[in-house]
């Protein structure tokens, strides 16, 4: 949607500032992607008054004027325009200014005389296509010479492009912008005047039936079809219209949002629908055949070429525009080319109905043609207030392309319904909303939206009207969400009130993702929310906790685009994506991680089974630069990352081992699957980066194992160091279990100190020395018994592994 700011201003009589627009719709609703400041080229251009004309002593049709631009010195401009003269006011680019196109005014001299600047025509200004003679300011404004041209002529506005939600239909008009932004500003607001407009026009009450005849012998007849998603048609007829340019307020008000003027006729109901957010078309009356118009389903068979010259197949589905002939146009979405108004139309119906939604959301659809018309049709228009939108259209007309209106306008109806009526406990609003606001507040912001509070028995439940305009409101809590809204969600207490504490325990994998996210962080990294779509698994990204990860890639069955093709099966993809980003932004130290679903095909009735897996990558330093470092700090290597991978793999999955796999580690369950890897990761890297590493890590969902009291030990501890030769087949992880389990109760804790490689150890082994920390929990313990431990164990080794005792 775009909006007119100075169209605001029409309908609430009050200065808007654009920026604050924007903000205050931001926080109602309707963020706007875009501010576009209109004419803002035209800021250098001031008003200047002629003062003498005099003719150029070297050419017959050049002028020398004495221009004053509100400054003390009078400028000499040569002009060859007809219509200059002494006193008038005209548009003045002096020395230095820029106008549109980008022609920078400079002093030069023509034909032997000097020119301080140039009188500006409208066409050099982009404000209209004459080019045979200046500007002229109108001869009654009053005005100083040297005001800049947008504080005189009103055409500086913004533009607000705006993103509307589907369930605001509202405002995809201006009166529906408006109305938010007089609750906002506290002030009221009206439709602008229409200049001209006529307020004594002919109305008529709504005809319960399925045709109706017309006031007027000479209009046709209309009909709703029960088949047709036609609900309410209402139709005028205008007689005497004069086709041609629309006035210069109309053409301006349409050009400010973007839309092209084509007439004054066709301008008028665009005007209409951008203001009131209600669609109309008119018809050339002459091309009404059969005296008589309605809507119907359409026939097999059936086409008709649209306005945009489109020949165009139509459905038993789609409900069409049909006179006594033909049809005329595919309702909801656009009209026919053969009954289109003309610069000969003369007489004119003037059409505004109500369409479902759901059916012209399938007939755009199927037509594939997406129009204003239909993007408001699709939401849904106020069925309730056809009858104002019908009345503004034909005053826009009559005020723009003069004429009469031919009798009462035809309101057809024939299953009339009443706004909903929804019933709101004041006791429910300050439930949800933790504060008791009074009952003159609620009625207040209830009435800012335009809705009617029509009872409020003994002040503890209103029976709320809901307008028609508001299709989303259908509930109470929509309305307290309403109060919420036009309350201001600021001015609601920020302090935590006293609640009852629920006894629903959290989700075990929900406490393990925030256990897992809390000690990342403190790794020093930051956490990225991505999208779980993507294109393709491609195994170069880095290995994965699967290794038939492309096989299960799941496809989406209706994707935005190529890249966003499959569900993700790792979370790396993503992250090596964003970490190319961060070098496109000339970032070299990146500690990004993800906690995320991935998903795989082989589920349940052909869902995609699911998985919460942690996801990081790390590139660039090892640490901040200091001043200690001589700003040469160490980049992040292989090792650094294997370091980051045991300590994801504890807080994710405890139960695994990290395990040498090729160029990288795996993290292995005591049954074997595979539930992490860490390695090196391909990336599109600028020369300047480091290397990219990369971790994924499954996150267990059991609950986590609760740690127990264990009190601080009383008695000393006795370490022995031992020198072991490990044959290459053994892992220091199976020497490790072994020592275990043959140390018993008194073992506390084995570790590695030391690993040598080199003379005096026998070819095919590697010598580690693992020191071994024994304390007895009732007593002291004496060197017979750490002796009979260390034996015990050299002896387990020696028989399970072949692990011996290095003697030198």
């Excluded at 300050?430 to 009625?443: F, K, S, T």
């Excluded at 795989?600 to 470092?629: N, Q, Y």
């Excluded at 018994?785 to 592994?801: E, H, M, N, P």
């Amino acid at each position: 949607m775009k909006a007119s700011r100075r169209w605001l201003e029409a309908f609430l009589r009050l200065e808007l500032e654009a920026k604050d627009v924007a903000e205050r719709l931001a926080l109602l609703g309707a963020p706007a992607d875009a501010v576009v400041p209109l004419h803002a080229e035209l800021r250098e251009i001031l008003v200047a008054l002629v003062e003498d004309v005099k003719p150029h002593p070297n050419a017959d049709r050049l002028r020398i004027c004495t221009v004053n631009d509100g400054t003390p010195i009078r400028k000499n401009v040569v002009c060859g325009a007809p219509n200059v003269a002494t006193g008038r006011l005209y548009p003045f680019a002096a020395i230095g200014a820029t106008l549109p196109g980008g022609l920078l005014i400079e002093r030069r001299k023509i034909r032997g005389e000097t020119s301080e600047g140039m009188l500006c025509s409208s066409r050099e200004l982009g404000l209209g296509t004459d080019h045979d003679g200046l500007m002229e300011l109108s001869p009654g404004t009053s005005v100083d010479p040297g005001t800049p041209l947008l504080k005189v002529l009103p055409i500086a506005d913004d533009r607000l492009e705006l993103d509307i939600s589907p369930m605001r239909p509202d405002l995809l008009g201006h009166k529906g912008l408006a109305r938010e932004l007089g609750a906002a500003y506290g002030v009221p607001f009206r439709l602008p005047e229409i200049p001209h407009a006529l307020t004594d026009l002919p109305t008529s009450r709504p005809t319960n039936a399925w045709s109706v005849q017309p006031s007027s012998p000479s209009s046709p007849s209309v009909t709703i079809a029960p088949d047709s998603s036609c609900r309410r048609f209402a139709a005028a007829v205008i007689r005497g219209v004069t086709v041609g340019p629309s006035p210069g307020w109309l053409r301006q008000r349409l050009e400010a949002v973007g839309m092209r003027s084509i007439s004054n006729v066709v301008d008028a109901t665009n005007y209409v629908m951008l203001e009131l957010g209600q669609p109309l078309h008119a018809y050339d009356l002459a091309k009404i055949g059969g005296g008589t118009i309605g809507a119907r389903a359409a026939r097999p068979g059936e086409t008709l070429v649209t306005l945009d010259g489109a020949e165009r197949a139509l459905t038993a589905e789609m409900t069409v525009i049909v006179d006594g002939m033909r049809v005329l146009g595919v309702a909801g979405v656009m009209g026919g080319r053969d009954s289109e108004v003309s610069d000969a139309t003369t007489d004119l119906l003037l059409e505004c109905a109500w369409f479902e939604p759901k059916a012209t959301r399938a007939t755009r659809k199927a037509l594939g043609l997406s129009t204003e018309a239909s993007q408001r049709f699709e939401r849904g228009t106020d069925l309730w207030a056809l009858p104002d939108a019908l009345r503004r259209a034909t005053q826009v007309i009559l005020a723009a392309a003069g004429g009469r209106c031919d009798g009462a306008p035809v309101d057809l109806w024939p299953e009339p319904t009443h706004p909903p009526r929804i019933f709101l406990r004041t006791g429910r609003v300050a439930q949800v909303l933790g504060v008791e606001l009074p009952v003159h507040a609620i009625e207040k912001c209830l009435v800012a939206i335009g809705a009617t509070v029509v009872a409020k028995p003994a002040e503890e439940r209103l029976a709320v009207e809901v307008p028609g305009w508001r299709p989303d409101l259908k509930e109470e809590i929509d309305l307290i969400e309403e109060i919420a809204r036009i309350h201001g969600y600021g001015a609601f207490p920020d302090t935590l009130r006293p609640f009852r504490a629920g006894s629903q325990t959290d989700a075990s994998i929900d406490v393990a993702s925030r256990a897992v996210r809390a000690g990342l962080v403190g790794e020093g990294l930051y956490e990225v929310v991505l999208l779980p779509l993507g294109p393709a698994p491609v195994i170069a990204r880095g290995q994965s906790p699967r290794s038939n990860d492309v096989t299960e890639a799941v496809p989406i069955l209706n994707p935005l685009s190529a890249d966003h093709g499959f569900l993700r099966t790792r979370l790396l993809d993503g992250l090596t994506r964003q970490a190319e980003s961060n070098w496109a932004n000339q970032v070299r130290d990146i500690r990004l991680f993800e906690i995320g679903t991935v998903f795989a095909s082989g589920g349940e009735g052909g869902r995609p089974i699911e998985r919460i897996h942690a996801g990081l990558v790390i590139s660039g330093s090892r640490c901040p630069a200091h001043w200690t470092d001589g700003g040469q700090t160490p980049d992040v290597d292989l090792w650094e990352a294997k370091g980051v991978f045991e300590r994801a793999v504890s807080l994710a999955i405890p139960a695994a081992t990290v395990q040498l796999d090729g160029d990288g580690w795996v993290a292995v369950l005591p049954d074997g699957r595979k539930v992490g890897w860490a390695g090196g990761l391909s990336a599109d890297a600028p020369p300047w980066a480091a290397a990219l590493f990369g971790i994924e890590v499954e996150i267990d969902p059991s609950p986590p194992a609760v740690h127990r009291y264990v009190p601080l030990p009383t008695t000393p501890a006795a370490s022995r160091d031992l020198a072991l030769l490990l044959p290459s087949p053994v892992t220091v992880q199976q020497v490790i279990a072994t020592v275990r389990e043959a140390g018993g109760s008194l073992l506390e804790t084995v570790r590695v100190i030391d690993e040598y490689r080199g003379p005096g150890v026998p070819e095919g082994q590697r010598s580690i020395v693992f020191r071994l920390v024994l304390r007895g929990r009732e007593r002291t313990l004496r060197d017979s018994d750490v002796d009979g431990v260390i034996q015990r164990t050299l002896t387990k080794l020696g028989q399970s592994l072949d692990v011996t005792l290095r003697s030198s």
